[in-house]
């Protein structure tokens, strides 16, 4: 299937308040966000036309840019009504949005107390992130990891935290795997390169503290979704030897949705009962047939 670049599409993109026709939403190449990584966003999914967990995500754009020392110049319930009209423009009630702000060109160098801050919503059609998902994904560790808190903004969805994410992921599809299992600055599992992870050991759920990565939104439905099934969760420091012991284990993001797990190096699983049932609630939840509240 031939490659159709981001830059040449049909469609609309919300850019600082107004829909533009998509080949029209173009920066400077001496923007800020480019050269210094000054930029935040978000990944979000509509299904028939609802944007899951929209409020949520929003709230977060904002709060990820304060974290980064600049202040979005949108409301939460703007962002809200822009990212409804981009999907509905687009015409893609199934779709990936990617809402993203990012400081300007006004100006280069470290220092850019007077820059711009922009924001753009671009939607387009995605389907599953993973391929076989039905036996599970294969993954192999990452050689880089996840930084210490007091060395990153790890709390905020900041563009620059990712570069080591891509350098994982692509040395992972070129070894053959899926994915990345990254381990963070201690040695403990924390994730993969775009997606928490779980680990299911009998019968109780375990996931690691989201100390030095995201607190995904879709891991904190999941959460909610366990917890309604009387599923125990456990939020602790998990050590790489410990996938010994699990019998299921599956990623959750955005874009992973909910993707079973069947292998990370020499450790194997089998998606079973817990994941199976996440699954169907996960599917519940973005058909709008039942709502789990996240704290």
């Not at 076989?132 to 060395?151: F, H, L, Q, V, Y």
């Not at 563009?159 to 994982?168: D, F, N, Q, R, V």
């Not at 994915?179 to 928490?196: F, K, P, S």
Request: proline letters at 5%; one cysteine or more; hydrophobic letters at 40%.
């Amino acid at each position: 299937m031939a490659l159709v670049p981001f830059d040449d599409r049909d469609g609309f993109v919300w850019w600082n308040g107004s829909l533009v026709p998509w080949r029209d939403a173009k920066l400077h190449v001496l923007s800020h966000g480019l050269h210094y990584a000054s930029a935040v966003f978000e990944g979000e999914r509509a299904y028939n036309g609802k944007v899951f967990k929209l409020r949520e995500h929003s709230q977060r754009l904002i709060d990820s840019g304060r974290i980064l020392g600049f202040e979005i110049p949108y409301t939460v319930e703007e962002i809200d009504a822009a990212t409804n009209a981009v999907v509905a423009a687009n015409g893609q009630p199934d779709c990936y949005i990617r809402p993203i702000a990012w400081r300007g060109s006004e100006m280069m160098g470290v220092s850019a107390q007077q820059s711009k801050i922009n924001v753009a919503i671009a939607t387009w059609a995605w389907g599953s992130y993973f391929s076989d998902k039905e036996k599970g994904i294969r993954m192999c560790w990452a050689k880089w990891s996840r930084p210490a808190p007091n060395t990153a903004p790890t709390s905020s969805k900041a563009a620059g935290l990712y570069m080591i994410c891509t350098m994982s992921k692509h040395e992972a599809e070129k070894n053959g795997y899926a994915d990345a299992l990254m381990l963070d600055w201690r040695g403990q599992i924390a994730e993969a390169t775009g997606a928490n992870i779980f680990l299911a050991i009998d019968g109780v759920l375990h996931t690691p503290k989201p100390d030095c990565f995201l607190d995904g939104i879709t891991r904190r439905s999941v959460i909610a979704m366990a917890k309604a099934r009387q599923i125990q969760i456990v939020e602790r420091a998990i050590w790489p030897d410990e996938l010994a012991q699990a019998q299921e284990v599956f990623l959750t993001g955005t874009a992973a949705e909910i993707t079973p797990v069947g292998e990370i190096d020499k450790y194997r699983f089998t998606p079973g009962p817990i994941t199976k049932a996440l699954l169907e609630d996960f599917g519940r939840a973005t058909r709008g047939e039942v709502d789990f509240p996240i704290s």
